[in-house]
C-alpha cells in the first residue's frame, strides 16, 4: 500500500519549458490536491479536484493546469515554466475533510 | 472556509522538556480541527484531530485542547524528543484546507 506516490522527486528546468508532475493514490480517495510550498509560506493551494471529473482553482493557479485521469491520479503541468514556480509541490487527496494524506514532494527548481 | 493561524513561527525547547504551541482560528462554525506534522524533506502527516463538542483529545504523548470560548486550540507535547523537531500546522475542518506558516518546533538536545 503505497499511499500517494509523486514523480518525479527532483527536476530542474530552464524558464519556458514545460513539464507534468505526475500522482497517484490507491486509497480510492475522491478528492485529491496540489499544494506548492515556498519558504516561510506555509502550504498554498494551487488546484483541487474534489471527485473524479472536476477540477477548481485554489489560491495560486496562475502558470499551472491540471488533469484529473481517473479517480487515482491528478497531474500538474506548467506549460511554461518560470522562476517565481521554483518550489516543493506536494500531491495530496482525502476522503474525510481536512484529513489528507500527502506525498513526499517533488523539488522544483527553474533556471 | 476556516482562517486558522500559529502564534509563533518558532519554539525552542530542551529535550525532555514539555512543548506546546499554539494556534488561533476565527470561524466559530468549524467543528473539526487537525494538527498535521511536516519533517524536513517529507509532506505534512496527520497527527490528531479533535471535534468541536471536546475540550481535549489525548493521544500518545500528544494532547489537544481546543477553547472554543477564546477560539484557540494547541498542541502539547509532552516529554519532548528529538524526533519532534518539524514544522506543526494547525488546520481547520474544510475540504478545501487551508495550512498557513506553522510553527517550526527546534528540540535542543
Known amino acids: 500500500n503505497a499511499g500517494v506516490t509523486q514523480t518525479p522527486k527532483f527536476q530542474v528546468l530552464k524558464t519556458g519549458q514545460s513539464m507534468t508532475l505526475q500522482c497517484a493514490q490507491d486509497?480510492?480517495?475522491?478528492?485529491m490536491y496540489w499544494y506548492r510550498q515556498d519558504p516561510g509560506m506555509g502550504l498554498r493551494l494551487i488546484y483541487y479536484?474534489?471527485?473524479?471529473?472536476?477540477?477548481d482553482k485554489g489560491e495560486v493557479p496562475n502558470g499551472y493546469n491540471v488533469s484529473r485521469l481517473n479517480k487515482r491520479e491528478f497531474s500538474l503541468r506548467l506549460e511554461s515554466a518560470a522562476p517565481s514556480q521554483t518550489s516543493v509541490y506536494f500531491c495530496?487527496?482525502?476522503?474525510?475533510?481536512?484529513?489528507?494524506?500527502f506525498g513526499s514532494g517533488t523539488q522544483l527548481s527553474v533556471l | 472556509g476556516e482562517s486558522v493561524g500559529l502564534h509563533l513561527p518558532t519554539l525552542s525547547v530542551q529535550e525532555g522538556d514539555n512543548s506546546i504551541i499554539n494556534c488561533a482560528y476565527s470561524?466559530?462554525?468549524?467543528?473539526?480541527f487537525i494538527w498535521y506534522k511536516q519533517e524536513s524533506g517529507k509532506g505534512p502527516q496527520f497527527i490528531i484531530d479533535?471535534?468541536?463538542?471536546?475540550d481535549k483529545r489525548q493521544g500518545q504523548r500528544v494532547t489537544v485542547l481546543l477553547n472554543k470560548t477564546v477560539k484557540h486550540l494547541s498542541l502539547q507535547i509532552a516529554a519532548t524528543q528529538p524526533g519532534d523537531s518539524a514544522v506543526y500546522f494547525c488546520?481547520?475542518?474544510?475540504?478545501?484546507?487551508?495550512f498557513g506558516r506553522g510553527t517550526s518546533l527546534i528540540v535542543h538536545p
Open positions: 495530496a487527496s482525502s476522503e474525510v475533510e481536512a484529513e489528507l494524506f
Open positions: 486509497m480510492n480517495h475522491n478528492s
Open positions: 479536484s474534489a471527485s473524479e471529473g472536476t477540477t
Open positions: 470561524n466559530s462554525a468549524s467543528d473539526y
Open positions: 479533535i471535534r468541536s463538542n471536546m
Open positions: 488546520v481547520g475542518g474544510s475540504y478545501i484546507p487551508t
